[in-house]
């Protein structure tokens, strides 16, 4: 059983129980064993913990909220700290299941806000904007009486996807969708310059990359498959690429997390894997003569940020860095930020979420975050760490290499596919 699983089925098991009581703990777990619970925050509590972070800070860090609300009416916070002309983006926990990604961010952001002599040169270089759960429905969703959310099935999150049941009837669905549930947000980040709006997946992620959708999509608003020619219903993709857009930032990091792979209960692994979407940079060149040029700009100072993820990595016995074998599908963050010509780096953390190896997991995304953050603020094109050396420190598990991404699972046409994803067929797009 993964670990989706395993959280879907307690989640089922204790659903009935957290509908009689008040739910002043985190979302139904477990997660293994109770020490480790404390520090996965509730909404109010990450919330109040960047809001104290901030207040304590004597304005080295500052508190915003995103321009789209999630359709559950959440505001989704971002924190910036530093004020250096050179911007890093860190966003964790694009999928709601991702959890321990978001503590690593939240420590970082609280690091960095310190006065010690490393995190004051690090905001004299840098600006930094952490955006520590871009998910917030996915997570802990609640309705307005308290309780949780429920899909179109009746679970209750943690789940991967954002919230969003207007298609919970028997039809098409949107590409990168699960029925009666919501999207998967790291599928529609948008990636073309101009149009920040833009349905990444309309009218589909191959011959179609060249369209731009410039109205959006009002997701708290009843829509139709039709309206996915507007452009992007995803809010939360839309609140990152407001803020690439805001900063430009040379670096931008995405931590996620899977919990299906633990070796002898301490071990954990960490995936890392630079911007792929080669052919989509091909393919722009149509409308957009430079978009191979900043496609190969972004690629290569990713490679730069996975050279100095390794070489920190590789001091930590705990932590054994692989390639991840991620698609090139346009829409996930890795590849759009790319493609706008940032050093877009995904970070995937692997292992059980128990105290120790749950610890080690949050320790990886630090580190590995922090020592990125450290080295662009000494040198803000990293030109000591050679692209090329990426691809000999960082070897595939399994010598499985990167996917050539046809989709994930179904033709597109006109944004939609006729199925959608679901749980149990998850396998096929990892973590990422
Ligand atoms: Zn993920």
């Known amino acids: 059983m993964s670990m ?34 404390a520090s996965l925050r509730t909404y109010e509590q990450l919330m109040a913990a960047l809001k104290s972070s901030t207040h304590t800070s004597r304005g080295a860090m500052s508190y915003g909220v995103l321009p789209w609300k999630s359709n559950g009416g959440r505001e989704i916070p971002y924190v910036v700290v530093g004020n250096g002309p050179t911007a890093a983006l860190i966003v964790a926990q694009q999928h709601g299941d991702e959890m321990e990604t978001s503590d690593s961010a939240v420590n970082l952001a609280r690091t960095l806000a310190n006065s010690s002599a490393a995190s ?22 609640r309705k307005a009486d308290g309780t949780l959310i429920t899909d179109a099935q009746g679970r209750v999150p943690p789940w991967r996807q954002n919230y969003d049941l207007t298609f919970s009837a028997p039809g098409r669905v949107p590409a990168f969708y699960q029925r009666g549930r919501g999207y998967d947000i790291n599928r529609y980040h948008a990636f073309r310059p101009l149009c920040p709006l833009d349905n990444p997946n309309y009218p589909d992620i191959t011959v179609g990359v060249t369209s731009c959708e410039t109205l959006g999509v009002d997701s708290t608003q009843p829509y139709t498959l039709a309206d996915l020619a507007k452009g992007n219903p995803v809010p939360e ?44 940079a091909q393919r722009l060149l149509a409308v957009d003569p ?19 993820i390794a070489q920190t990595l590789a001091r930590y016995p705990y932590a054994d860095l692989s390639l991840y074998p991620g698609g090139t ?66 070897l595939p598990a399994n010598g499985r290499g990167p996917t050539p991404g046809q989709g994930e699972s179904e033709p597109i046409a006109d944004g939609s596919v006729s199925n959608g994803d679901a749980d149990d067929a998850e396998g096929h797009h990892f973590g990422n």
């Open 290 to 308: 430079d978009a191979v040029t900043r496609f190969k700009q972004g690629q290569s100072m990713a490679k730069r940020v996975v050279v100095v």
């Open 120 to 141: 004051t040169a690090i905001r004299n270089a840098l600006t930094v904007v952490i955006v520590p759960r871009v998910n917030v429905d996915g997570f802990d969703g």
């Open 329 to 394: 599908e346009p829409g996930i963050s890795r590849n759009a930020y790319g493609l706008l010509g940032s050093g877009s780096v995904l970070l995937e953390l692997r292992g059980g979420i128990g105290t120790k190896s749950g610890g080690y997991i949050q320790k990886i995304g630090y580190h590995a975050a922090q020592a990125v953050l450290h080295e662009l603020a000494r040198d803000a094109s990293l030109s000591g760490f050679d692209p090329n050396q990426a691809e000999v420190l960082v």
């Open 237 to 280: 993709a839309k609140n990152v690429r407001w803020l690439a857009d805001k900063y430009k930032p040379a670096v931008t990091l995405d931590l996620h997390h899977q919990g299906t792979r633990v070796n002898d209960g301490n071990m954990v692994t960490a995936s890392t894997l630079w911007p792929t979407a080669d052919e989509t």
């Open 4 to 37: 989706r699983n395993i959280l879907v089925a307690a989640s089922l098991a204790t659903a009935a129980a957290a509908s009689v009581q008040a739910q002043t703990t985190v979302p139904n777990g477990p997660y293994g064993d109770n020490d480790s619970i």
